[in-house]
C-alpha cells in the first residue's frame, strides 16, 4: 500500500516542530515525511533583533536543519515555495513541483508596511538572518563613512525605529547596547547619535502592563532612546521618514538607517494559493485546517486564531507556533493512522517576556511581573527551552545562552 505523504512548508518554530514531534509519533513504514525550507538552516525568529544590531552573531541565531530531524523518518528539500495548487494537491516550488496527501503550511509571517509610500523600498525590517546581516552591516556602514567624510552628514548618525510593539522595543534594547561598541569602534562622539522610536498608537508595547511599560520606557530613554509616540509615520524616503504633525501638518525626520517594526502579516504564499485571508493570515479551525480543506493545515504566523476572552486575535508568537506544531504533528498522526482523536487547538500562553538588551528585560511569567535582571534570565530560560523543545539538550548546549549574570 502506498504510504500517504506528509510535505511540511517552513522549517521555523512551527514547521520544525510538527516535523519533529511527528517523527517521533510515526513509523518509518507508517508515512512519507517531507520538508520544505529556504534555507539549509532554521534560525530563531525571535533572536534576529540581536543579530540585527549586532550584539549577537548571525552565526549563532542559526542552526542546521539536519541537526535535528531524523533522516531516516524525514526527507529535507532546500527549496523556495512560490504556489500551492490546492486542487491537484500540489507544491510549486521555484524550481521544481511536488505532491502531498497532507500539507502544512508554516511559511511564517512577512514585514506589513500598511500600504505606507516608500516603506518598502526604503526601510529595512528584522524578518531573516539576510535581513538582520544587511541592518547591521549598513548601519556600521553609516558609522564608518560618517567618520571617513570630510563633509559630514549627521543624519547618517540617526536611527529610525517604527513600531514599539514587540519586535521595535527589543532590538531597541539591543540597539542602546551596540551605540556605545559602535561609538568606539569607529571614535564617533556619542553625543551625535540619535535613536528614535516613532510609534502611531499612544502607548509602548500597547497590551503590556502600564507599571512594566514605564520601567521600559524610562530604561531606554536612559540609554538615549527618544520616543515619538501618538505619531504616525506618512511616508518613507530616501532620506529617512516623513511623519505626522497635528492635524495637517509634516515633518521630516532625515535618518541613515530606518528599521520598519510595526507590523506583521501572512506569508505571501497563502494569498497568491487562493486561501481566504486577512492580511495573509487564514482564520484556521480549531484542529488548525484551513477552512474547506482537509488536507492542508496552517500554523504559525500565517494563521490567525480569536482569543475568545476579549474576541480578538492572538499576536503572532513563536510560544503560540511551536504549541500549534505539537497539535498539528498529533492530528496528523490521527489521519495517518485513521485513529484516535483529533485535538482541538488552545494556546496555553504560559508568559511574555520583551528584553531590553542583554541584561533587562520586562515581563510576566506564570502570573508574575519581573523586571530587570530577574526578567532578563527568565528571557534566556524561554530562549533556551525553545531550543531544548525542538533538539533536545544537544542543541542548548550548542546554542544555548548560558550569559545569567
Ligand atoms: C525580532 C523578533 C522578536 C520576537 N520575539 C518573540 C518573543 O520573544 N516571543 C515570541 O513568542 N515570539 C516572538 N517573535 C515572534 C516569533 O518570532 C514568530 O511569531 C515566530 O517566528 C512564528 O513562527 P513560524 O513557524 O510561523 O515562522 P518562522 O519561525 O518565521 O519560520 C518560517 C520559516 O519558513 C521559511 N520560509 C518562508 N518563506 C518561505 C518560502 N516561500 N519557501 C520556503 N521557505 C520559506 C523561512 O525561511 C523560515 O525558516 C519575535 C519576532 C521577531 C521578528
Not at 548571525?58 to 535535528?68: L, T
Request: glycine residues 10%.
Amino acid at each position: 500500500m502506498r504510504k500517504p505523504k506528509v510535505v511540511i512548508l517552513g522549517a521555523g518554530y512551527g514547521g520544525l516542530m510538527t516535523a519533529t514531534k511527528l517523527q517521533k509519533a510515526v513509523g518509518v513504514n507508517e508515512v512519507e515525511i517531507l520538508l520544505v525550507n529556504k534555507n539549509d538552516y532554521h534560525y530563531e525568529t525571535t533572536w534576529l533583533h540581536e543579530a540585527s544590531a549586532g550584539t549577537l552573531h548571525h552565526d549563532r541565531v542559526r542552526y542546521n536543519i539536519s541537526e535535528v530531524i531524523d533522516r531516516n523518518k524525514v526527507d529535507f528539500i532546500q527549496g523556495t515555495v512560490s504556489e500551492i495548487n490546492t486542487k491537484e494537491k500540489k507544491v510549486i516550488l521555484e524550481d521544481g513541483e511536488l505532491e502531498y496527501d497532507y500539507l502544512v503550511v508554516a511559511l511564517g509571517g512577512e514585514s506589513e508596511t500598511f500600504g505606507i509610500k516608500g516603506l518598502k523600498e526604503h526601510a529595512f525590517s528584522i524578518v531573516n538572518v539576510d535581513s538582520a546581516r544587511q541592518i547591521r552591516e549598513h548601519i556600521e556602514y553609516q558609522f564608518a563613512t560618517y567618520k571617513a567624510e570630510e563633509e559630514k552628514k549627521e543624519e547618517r548618525l540617526t536611527i529610525v525605529v517604527g513600531g514599539a510593539g514587540f519586535t521595535g522595543i527589543e532590538f531597541l534594547g539591543e540597539l542602546s547596547n551596540r551605540v556605545p561598541e559602535l561609538c568606539r569602534e569607529y571614535d564617533v562622539d556619542p553625543n551625535k547619535v540619535k535613536m528614535l522610536c516613532v510609534e502611531a498608537a499612544p502607548t509602548v508595547l500597547p497590551g503590556f502592563d502600564a507599571e512594566l511599560v514605564k520601567y521600559a520606557v524610562a530604561q531606554l530613554e536612559k540609554k538615549g532612546v527618544t520616543f515619538m509616540i501618538g505619531t504616525a509615520v506618512k511616508e518613507g524616503t530616501p532620506e529617512g521618514i516623513i511623519v505626522a504633525k497635528g492635524e495637517d501638518e509634516l515633518e521630516e525626520i532625515k535618518a541613515g538607517t530606518v528599521v520598519w517594526a510595526a507590523g506583521i502579516r501572512g506569508n505571501s504564499v497563502i494569498e497568491k494559493s487562493g486561501f481566504e485571508a486577512m492580511r495573509g493570515r487564514v482564520k484556521v479551525q480549531p484542529d488548525l485546517r484551513a477552512p474547506g480543506y482537509d488536507d492542508v493545515f496552517i500554523i504559525g504566523d500565517s494563521a490567525l486564531i480569536i482569543n475568545e476572552e476579549i474576541n480578538r486575535p492572538y499576536p503572532p508568537t513563536a510560544q503560540i507556533a511551536m504549541q500549534q506544531g505539537e497539535t498539528c504533528a498529533h492530528n496528523l498522526a490521527v489521519l495517518i493512522r485513521g485513529k484516535g482523536e483529533i485535538q482541538s487547538f488552545t494556546p496555553d500562553i504560559k508568559g511574555t517576556v520583551c528584553s531590553l538588551g542583554e541584561d533587562d528585560a520586562i515581563g510576566v511569567a506564570f502570573g508574575k511581573k519581573m523586571v530587570g535582571g530577574k526578567a532578563s534570565f527568565m528571557k534566556k530560560v524561554i530562549d533556551n527551552r525553545s531550543l531544548y523543545m525542538i533538539g533536545g539538550p544537544t542543541l542548548v548546549f550548542k546554542k544555548g545562552k548560558f550569559n545569567f549574570l
